[in-house]
């Protein structure tokens, strides 16, 4: 479980929520719809896919997940996705046009209207800032 998870579940223990609860198997489960969206980023993540890996429908996984992460399934797609390009544009061996189809965006465009809805800046600016952080 990666921090951002990790601080899920601490928030959700914090409101006192009863759905910070989570008994092993659910908490397994969670940690296996996690781990897929990680490793298959540059893929189509639709909530019937995601539903897949729990056996729940689709419409009972999305109430599922938002109980137990939170947040709805497909907030932790983009989430992941934009933390995802964050780091490839500190790695800065990628364009962004290949680091939004890595990051399963079907654009550069795609990709620089959701990276600003979700850090106030487009990928562009994060990336002269990223660059200034580096050289201090």
Same mark, same amino acid.
């Given at each position: 479980?990666? *921090?951002? =998870?990790?601080? @899920? &579940?601490? #928030?959700?223990?914090? /409101?006192?929520?009863?759905? +910070?609860?989570?008994?092993? *198997? =659910? +908490?397994?489960? $969670?940690?296996?719809?996690?781990?897929?969206?990680?490793?298959?980023?540059? /893929? #189509? $993540?639709?909530?019937?896919? $995601? +539903? =897949?890996?729990?056996? $729940?429908?689709?419409?009972?996984? +999305?109430? &599922?997940? /938002? /109980?137990?992460?939170? @947040?709805p399934p497909h907030a932790y797609v983009t989430r992941t996705r934009i933390e995802r390009a964050k780091e490839l544009i500190r790695n800065g061996k990628l364009s962004l046009a290949q680091i939004a189809l890595a990051v399963g965006f079907s654009s550069q465009a795609c990709l620089n209207v959701t990276f600003r809805q979700y850090t106030g800046m487009t990928p562009a600016q994060f990336c002269q800032r990223s660059r200034k952080t580096k050289d201090e």
């Open positions: 479980m990666n *921090d951002r =998870e990790q601080n @899920i &579940w601490r #928030d959700r223990k914090k /409101r006192g929520s009863s759905s +910070a609860r989570v008994v092993p *198997d =659910e +908490a397994a489960q $969670l940690q296996r719809v996690f781990d897929y969206v990680r490793e298959n980023l540059d /893929r #189509d $993540l639709r909530v019937q896919r $995601l +539903a =897949e890996i729990t056996g $729940l429908s689709a419409s009972c996984f +999305a109430r &599922w997940f /938002r /109980r137990h992460a939170g @947040i």
